[in-house]
Nanobody
Framework: QSQFVESGGRLVRPGEPLRLSCAVP????????IAWFRQAPGKEREGLACLSSLRNRDYSEPAKERFTISRAITRNLIYLSMSSLNPEDTAVYYCAANWNPRSPTCTMLAQHYTYWGQGTQVTVSS
């Protein structure tokens, strides 16, 4: 069973926003690089955003304008906030983590991440 658990996926209408959460185990938020990925039916897994243990962010080109990765202030949660969703955003969304204390950078290459959540389904449809 994965230590990292996503939640928040659901059916939304085109144009609506949605925020996904990834629960990080224990009191270790500052030691993980965390990233969000998604995989649509028939497509390869796609990196969207990442947050380094030193809290630097990076985004893929498709995600830059509409997605924001952030961390909760008082809870062990990493968020992916998405705006103006469209049917092409329909996918299973995953958070992934790699133990990397004091890391100034992060990557959106899947092979760099050791731990994966089970995924949460986002469906955008009218």
């Amino acid at each position: 069973q994965s230590q990292f658990v996503e939640s928040g996926g659901r059916l939304v209408r085109p144009g609506e926003p949605l925020r996904l959460s990834c629960a990080v185990p224990g009191d270790t938020m500052d030691s993980w690089n965390i990233a969000w990925f998604r995989q649509a039916p028939g497509k390869e897994r796609e990196g969207l955003a990442c947050l380094s243990s030193l809290r630097n962010r990076d985004y893929s080109e498709p995600a830059k304008e509409r997605f924001t990765i952030s961390r909760a202030i008082t809870r062990n949660l990493i968020y992916l906030s998405m705006s103006s969703l469209n049917p092409e955003d329909t996918a299973v969304y995953y958070c992934a983590a790699n133990w990397n204390p004091r890391s100034p950078t992060c990557t959106m290459l899947a092979q760099h991440y050791t731990y994966w959540g089970q995924g949460t389904q986002v469906t955008v449809s009218s």
